[in-house]
């Protein structure tokens, strides 16, 4: 079985920064892609941004120029660097890896917080 663990999360100031990472254990095969999505209530969740096996990456126009997706294959772990944080940032933040082959792996969300 397969566990992705985010961390990171937390509460911050409008301005500040935060840095989630969410690492993989278990038995796993070759991820294509990881994605970080985020979800406030009431609402539809979003891809953030995302990164491909072959290190490209993506981002929703909200956080371009903010937010950066990095990885560390030999770790198992993507991290997504958020900087400048808005009050609209706000929302629990989950990360997904998409094998090559077989169901996708979420990790169990962790919260963010943007508040003076």
């Known amino acids: 079985q397969v566990q992705l663990v985010e961390s990171g999360g937390g509460l911050v100031q409008p301005g500040g920064s935060l840095t989630l990472s969410c690492a993989a254990s278990?038995?796993?095969?070759?991820?294509?892609?990881v994605g970080w999505y985020r979800q406030v209530p009431g609402k539809q969740s979003e891809l953030v941004a995302g990164?491909?096996?072959?290190?490209?990456?993506n981002y929703i126009d909200s956080v371009k120029g903010r937010f950066t997706i990095s990885r560390d294959s030999a770790k198992n772990t993507v991290y997504l660097q958020m900087n400048s944080l808005k009050p609209e940032d706000t929302a629990v933040y989950y990360c997904?890896?998409?094998?090559?082959?077989?169901?996708?792996?979420w990790g169990q969300g962790t919260q963010v917080t943007v508040s003076s």
């Open positions: 990164i491909t096996s072959g290190g490209s990456t």
């Open positions: 997904k890896a998409v094998p090559w082959r077989g169901s996708d792996y």
């Open positions: 278990g038995t796993i095969f070759k991820i294509s892609a």
